[in-house]
């Protein structure tokens, strides 16, 4: 059985900060796993570089739920972004070569393809409604089937969603972070009016989405839900932040709208109450930040048991090998939902050449074995990390708010 010679870290910023996990065999093949937490990229880049790489070097390479293991209850300190990010990267990695190893690519060993192809939605974002729902027509052409629409808030200068000029969304931006102002009020008012006009201009065979981004409160995510029971969203995402689980049951109470939670979730446990009470209908738990493959797909178990299924977190801060890995997952899983999909920046695609595909509203991972996702480091080297934060927000009095 190969053992683990060497491991590294890859720090580097191509169109923006990704930070890389590179583990090589003694038999000479490597794989990858992606470790980027946006805005605190070089916490785990410390983490896995002085406390982990160590105790992996000289390991099997094939023991991958034993590793996992071992770092998660072997730490004493559990779960988190950072560790869970450093185990998932890990994860990935160890995946990655036993695909390479096995001939197969890793949808094969996690079962077999369940679909043809993973449904994935786009971002249509508008200064104006009008905009959006212009930019989801203009993906509905390139064959997209869901569609998150986000418009700009009138009376608030700039909206979670709603990029800068005509650049592709990616706020953080910032070597301290920008201060947005929020009123919930004002939001509330705007988006039934978005949805109305979605529905109007784009038709009913589209799926339409649309993320709150933590901004409500149960009471206030309640009404939306309902206000935007006419339009019959595909889901609405984080309409409050989740920490405290039982609110969910608040929101349920006054709505049929589907929900979408887990993308900041670490483990199992920070959506166990949700799914075991039926209080969600999609888990947006990610490869990256939920520990790994193997993590995600304790997760994805547990929610299949309650008729939740997967929504994955896809945005641009999420590297290719995250969105490789998420792409095989998803073909395997029994209960998937959905994917989100934000097409990075043509350097990134350079430093991360890899197999997987977009074709008439569905991707698929590719059939080369393993991930089918490399880092080019040479590449990489030639752009050196930058610090880079996302916005904070305040509420129109000064306070402090949600982002
Ligand atoms: O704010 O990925 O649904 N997608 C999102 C993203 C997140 C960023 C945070 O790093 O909410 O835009
Ligand atoms: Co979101």
Known sequence: MPKIRSAKVIVASPA?????????????VHGVGDATLNGRELAVASYLGDHVIPCLIGRE?????????????????????VTMSAIAAVDMALWDIKGKIAGLPLYQLLGGASRDGVMVYCHANGTTIEEAVAAGRAYMDQGYKAVRLQAGVPGLKSTYGVPKGKQPYEPADADIPTENLW????????????????????????????????????????????DLEPFRLFWLEDPVPAENQESFRLIRRHTTTPLAVGEV?????????????????YIRATVVHAGGITHLRRIASLA??????????????????????????????PNFGIQEHMSHAPLTETVFPHTYSYAGGYMHPGDKPGLGVDIDEAEAAKHPYKRAYLPVNRLEDGTLYNW
């Not at 390479?61 to 730490?75: K, M, N, S, V």
């Not at 009020?185 to 709150?212: C, I, N």
């Open 16 to 28: 923006r900060n990704f930070v890389t996990l590179k583990i090589e065999t003694e038999d000479g």
């Open 61 to 81: 390479a094939h023991r991958i739920e034993d590793i996992w293991q071992y770092l998660y209850r072997g730490a004493y300190w559990r779960r988190g972004p």
């Open 183 to 226: 009123s919930t009020e004002k939001y509330m008012r705007s988006v039934p009016a978005l949805f109305e006009a979605g529905r109007d201009k784009l038709g009913w065979d589209v799926h339409l989405l649309h993320d709150a981004h933590h901004r409500l409160t149960p009471i206030e995510a309640g009404r939306l839900g309902k």
């Open 265 to 281: 979730f670490n483990t199992i446990w920070d959506c166990k109450q949700l799914i075991e009470e039926q209080l969600i209908d």
């Open 304 to 333: 299949d048991l309650y008729n939740v299924r997967t929504g994955c977190h896809g945005a641009t801060d999420l590297s290719p090998i995250a969105m490789a890995a998420a792409l095989h997952f998803n073909l395997a899983v």
